[in-house]
């Protein structure tokens, strides 16, 4: 099947869709191996400074909410919407999504220790409850015709969330621990991210969108490199002294990544060139809804993505790309990266048609952030399920992988195979969604 190409303002931007879909593919891939001690390299993060095709995938997706925003803030522009209902939709949006990810954090044991006996059952059934009230209630679409388009019911389920949360809330005063809670967090981000890009885009032209993402870079690396880390230890890039991890231990205390303790991936001060991610997102938002015609828009996204990629490989002679800490390099070198990626993207589905290719992704992209919280719900689920076997315990995650993948394959192949197995699970999820056309939104 093919589709004649046309301009934005014709037709819907087919190719964010898929460049989103893409993304959460390879979020779910790389996030969900059968051994983390058998992984191929291009599917593990780089060790420090350096960077591998999955330190490409979260400014990826950085990178979509920014090309995102001009395009959805721009139709409630044009449709008269004021200032304060956009900052409103802005701001709720942002909270929820801040608050999945720190809810996500806690899932499913928010803390407990063994000591709570059978009330962990009872917080397990409210979870559960809480956590199908809202999905109810996400794909109920008020005036759809047939059962889930009733407005009582959404409401209904609203309002049994709401009692639900409320009965945790008192019921965890008692028993949960949030004392190591991570704060910051990969939901977190985007949600910082996209309710700061979201302001700078309403109130900013793209000249001053661009001088003020330049200036987030330089201020950045100016930090890390000329300001000293008080106790008196010299400007640094390395992983627990950098000026961010001091920052985030002074901000967040115990509340950082388990894995690290003394500073987080997704750390207070390298928001800040985060920030830019979503600028370069944006600044091609406004770029492809210009009045250009096609083949302009995809030479603009094809030479701007290729000068980034140059830049960033020239800073990084002196700011070494590094995804941990966000370095302005980084920035450039991966939004460098995105245009190109996009723009092919781009030119194949919403210029030359051939979209039929693509509709996996398509899948995928329609329902991207609730695919990716359900898939870091289902992991979570899969090694907290365990049972005793043969004297020792095993989950329910660990023993899919030595039963179905270990007998046949090598430990790597094994390993990626689990991965696959990941992707085409949440892929049929995907599809179910899209065919019964559910869309869940924030």
């Not at 939004?335 to 919403?350: E, K, M, Q, R």
């Amino acid at each position: 099947m093919k589709l004649t190409g046309g301009t934005m303002n014709s037709k819907r931007l087919y190719s964010l869709d898929v460049f989103r879909g893409v993304t959460i593919a390879g979020m779910i891939l790389v996030n969900n191996p059968g051994s983390w001690a058998h992984l191929y390299p291009p599917l593990a993060h780089a060790e420090w400074h350096g960077a591998t095709p999955t330190d490409w995938i979260f400014p990826f997706f950085l990178f979509i909410v920014g090309v995102a925003i001009p395009i959805a803030l721009g139709k409630r522009i044009e449709r008269g919407d004021g200032r304060v209902e956009i900052f409103s939709k802005v701001f709720s949006r942002a909270l929820i999504i801040f608050g999945l990810g720190l809810l996500l954090a806690a899932f499913p044991d928010f803390g407990m220790d063994r000591e709570v006996g059978r009330i962990r059952l009872v917080h397990y059934l409210l979870l559960g409850i809480f956590i199908l009230c809202i999905l109810a209630r996400a794909i109920i679409i008020p005036n759809r015709e047939g059962f889930w388009g009733s407005k009582k019911l959404r409401r209904n389920f609203g309002a049994l969330a709401i009692i639900v949360g409320l009965i945790m809330i008192i019921l965890g005063v008692q028993i949960y621990d949030l004392s190591h809670l991570r704060i910051p967090g990969v939901l977190q981000r985007i949600a910082v991210v996209y309710a700061i890009t979201s302001l700078l885009f309403l109130f900013y032209s793209w000249e001053k969108l661009l001088w003020t993402g330049l200036a987030f870079l330089f201020s950045y690396w100016a930090l890390l490199s000329w300001v000293p880390v008080p106790g008196g230890i010299a400007p640094n890039l390395e992983p627990e002294t950098n000026l961010g991890a001091w920052l985030d231990r002074v901000i967040f205390g115990n509340h950082l990544w388990s894995q690290s303790k003394t500073w987080d991936p997704e750390g207070l001060l390298s928001t800040l060139p985060a920030l830019v991610t979503g600028i370069s997102g944006i600044l091609t938002g406004m770029w492809l809804k210009a009045n250009h015609e096609s083949y302009k828009k995809l030479s603009g996204l094809l030479a701007f993505g290729v000068i980034l990629l140059a830049l960033g490989c020239i800073w990084d002679v002196f700011f070494p790309i590094n995804k941990k800490i966000w370095t302005s390099s980084y920035v450039l070198y991966t939004s460098g990266i995105a245009l190109l990626f996009f723009g092919v993207i781009y030119w194949l589905t919403d210029i030359l048609g051939y979209y039929k290719w693509f509709k996996p992704f398509e899948w995928y992209g329609k329902n991207a952030l609730f695919v990716f919280i359900l898939s870091g719900v289902c992991a979570k689920l899969l090694y907290k399920i365990k049972w005793s076997e043969g004297g020792e315990t095993i989950s329910l995650g660990r023993w899919i992988y030595q039963s179905v993948f270990t007998p046949f394959l090598s430990d790597i192949n094994a390993s990626l195979a689990y991965a696959i197995m990941n992707v085409l699970f949440f892929l049929l999820v995907a599809y179910c969604l899209y065919r019964w056309k559910i869309f869940i939104k924030v």
